[in-house]
């Protein structure tokens, strides 16, 4: 993966074929945790990830901007991206063999997905700041005539405990009708 400047840019990103576990709730609270570690868990089992630890956020109801629900009300899909799609039978067995670690194996699946084009952007500082980062991005969408088209991705470089992390903003996006 290239990295993605810490100035917003447009980019198509490939179709990705990756590990998911899907939940609700605040980012580093005990569901978030457990769905990581069960990503982690069968993903080990499977020869390990190909790339960072990613996540696709959103809120039920919570207006033009979904972030600002409160924490405990987010929903997210969680991503361990994969080298390419697993033969059928592999997933199973990997859950299989990452029970005895006591994660929540079964709730991890494959998907694949492609996002079209996007903006994107690295984010550097606490996640509690992004907001800054995305009104720039806003703005950015808004002098092209792009809309917010799918959800909220958000790609992680650094471990959630990194006093200064660092993550790439992405945003799916199309041309605004008019």
């Known amino acids: 993966m290239t990295p993605a400047p810490v100035r917003p840019e447009l980019v198509h ?37 190909a790339g960072p630890l990613e996540g696709l956020w959103w809120a039920e109801d919570a ?22 799609a697993p033969e059928p039978e592999a997933l199973g067995r990997a859950r299989e063999q990452a029970r005895a670690s006591g994660a929540a194996v079964d709730r991890v699946q494959v998907v694949s997905f492609a996002e079209g084009e996007c903006v994107q952007m690295v984010h550097e500082g606490p996640y509690s700041e992004e907001k800054a980062s995305l009104d720039v991005m806003d703005a950015f969408m808004t002098e092209r005539g792009l809309v917010r088209n799918g ?21 799916p996006v199309a041309r605004a009708a008019g």
Do not use: K
Request: glycine residues 10%; proline residues 14%.
């Open 151 to 171: 959800l909220h991705h958000e790609i992680y470089l650094t471990d959630f405990t990194d006093p200064n992390p660092r993550t790439i903003l992405r945003q």
């Open 63 to 84: 207006g033009p901007n979904p972030l600002d629900a409160p924490r405990d009300q987010w929903r997210w899909h969680l991503l361990l991206p994969l080298p390419g």
């Open 13 to 49: 990103p490939e179709p990705a074929t990756c590990l998911n576990v899907t939940g609700m709730g605040e980012p580093g609270g005990t569901e978030h945790m457990a769905a990581v570690r069960a990503l982690y868990a069968v993903a080990s089992m499977m020869g390990g990830p």
